[in-house]
């Protein structure tokens, strides 16, 4: 079964950096799309970054240039690095695992991030 754990979330100054992690387990990084996303009070949840398969990776307009995504294999981990932050970026941060043969979709709890003076 797919599991994941998030952490990292926090309350930070704009203009600040954190970095997220997603631990995941039971996940084949070879033929899997790991996401974050994110969602605000009253607004939908949206994707902020994504790597598939291990190589591809895509980017929310919002955040490109600014955000990082990038995988831990030995460490089962997927990270955000979260640069240059805005009071916009403040959300609940989740981390999702779907294999691209449709086989799991699976999200972790959540992990808040408050962008705040």
């Known amino acids: 079964q797919v599991q994941l754990v998030e952490s990292g979330g926090g309350l930070v100054q704009p203009g600040g950096s954190l970095r997220l992690s997603c631990a995941i387990s039971?996940?084949?990084?070879?033929?899997?799309?790991i996401g974050w996303y994110r969602q605000a009070p009253g607004k939908q949840r949206e994707l902020v970054a994504a790597?598939?398969?291990?190589?591809?990776?895509n980017y929310a307009d919002s955040v490109k240039g600014r955000f990082t995504i990038s995988r831990d294999n030995a460490k089962n981990t997927v990270y955000l690095q979260m640069n240059s932050l805005k009071p916009d970026d403040t959300a609940v941060y989740y981390c999702n695992a779907k294999s691209v043969w449709g086989k799991y979709d699976n999200w972790g709890q959540g992990t808040q991030v408050t962008v705040s003076s």
């Open positions: 790597i598939i398969s291990g190589t591809i990776i």
């Open positions: 039971g996940s084949d990084s070879s033929s899997d799309a």
